[in-house]
């Protein structure tokens, strides 16, 4: 038979340690927890530091950069082209007149070593607009060419990988013919017969944001795509629907921003507004890769288009996955 004492001070202990796992678990659960931040992606080409140190250049050392200081024009390509003989290319250069003034396109290549031939092209325009020092538009574009051509140096490709800075893309020589350099590059590329496989524009691609309703649209669009302007767009015209749905599917594999596509008719606003259009005219399908520009862009054009205004998580991780699809469109074998 049980000793009621003994079971008495069982309960009371047992009473004395609930009360003690009460209070403790009470102290706990009030107690202020620390919050980790989210660990940044890994960045292994250090391909951030080397966009800043670009842009940084392009848009503050050198500055506003077009035909109304043609000193600055001609010492920013020979930064682009000094840049890339410092990574072992050889630089051609296409010079061309415009008021009196020798512009000049710069080209670079990775020879294909199977089908050199069949070319692969990046492009970006290096000039700003007037009264701008030209930050997003289009020290970035300019920055993923050249981040892109240190990337791809030294590596062999069935395909050849032609890389080509522009001048002249911004009014009022944009749509210019023999004014415009991509202009006088793409004619030069016709009556050369240069097969072209890929022609990518990159223009205007280093601002993202995270705020609701940030991200416009040309009429109509609106209901089809995100309000918020945390994206990079990939734009054609129709006939170059092809190039583009095999760009971005690439491109999805290789970066977790996300990635949104358009094949428009090429005389809606803003769809042809960069360099691809100048392709266009020759009969080439072409894109254009950017974060919209004025469509979500508030320093669009602007003296305020200055380096602070990047975002260079997300832009670094665009112009690694970039690197990467263009990569496997030069490796095609077929």
Aim: aromatic share 8%.
């Amino acid at each position: 038979m049980s000793n009621p004492l003994l079971i008495a001070m069982k309960a009371c202990r047992v009473a004395s340690i609930l009360a003690f796992l009460t209070a403790t678990s009470s102290l706990i659960a009030q107690a202020p927890v620390k919050e980790i931040p989210p660990k940044e992606p890994s960045d292994p080409h250090n391909t951030s530091e080397r966009l800043r140190e670009i842009i940084v250049h392009l848009s503050q050392t050198i500055g506003e950069r077009n035909l109304t200081k043609p000193k600055k024009l001609n010492e920013t390509a020979d930064y682009i082209e000094k840049s890339l003989e410092s990574q072992g290319y050889s630089i051609e250069r296409q010079p061309f007149q415009v008021s009196g003034y020798e512009c000049n396109n710069l080209i670079a290549e990775v020879v294909g070593n199977d089908k050199p031939k069949e070319i692969v092209l990046v492009g970006a325009h290096y000039d700003s607009a007037r009264g701008t020092p030209g930050a997003n538009d289009n020290g970035s574009g300019l920055a993923a060419l050249m981040v892109i051509a240190q990337q791809m140096r030294g590596k062999q490709f069935p395909r050849t990988i032609r890389f080509v800075a522009f001048s002249n893309e911004e009014p009022p020589y944009f749509q210019r013919d023999g004014q415009m350099g991509s202009m006088v590059y793409a004619k030069a590329c016709r009556q050369r017969r240069d097969d072209l496989k890929m022609v990518l524009s990159l223009e205007t691609m280093g601002y993202f944001t995270d705020a609701p309703d940030s991200q416009k649209y040309p009429p109509l669009l609106a209901a089809m795509y995100p309000s918020t302007g945390n994206f990079i767009g990939f734009v054609s015209d129709i006939k170059s629907k092809p190039q583009l749905t095999a760009a971005v599917k690439c491109f999805r594999k290789h970066c977790t921003v996300d990635a949104q596509s358009a094949s428009l008719p090429s005389e809606l606003q803003g769809v042809g507004w960069s360099d691809h259009w100048s392709f266009w005219q020759e009969g080439y399908m072409g894109l254009m890769v950017t974060d919209t520009a004025l469509f979500r862009y508030p320093h669009y054009h602007a003296p305020t288009d200055t380096v602070d205004k990047i975002e260079f998580v997300r832009y670094a991780q665009v112009v690694d996955g970039l690197a990467k699809m263009i990569a496997d469109f030069a490796n095609v074998q077929e």
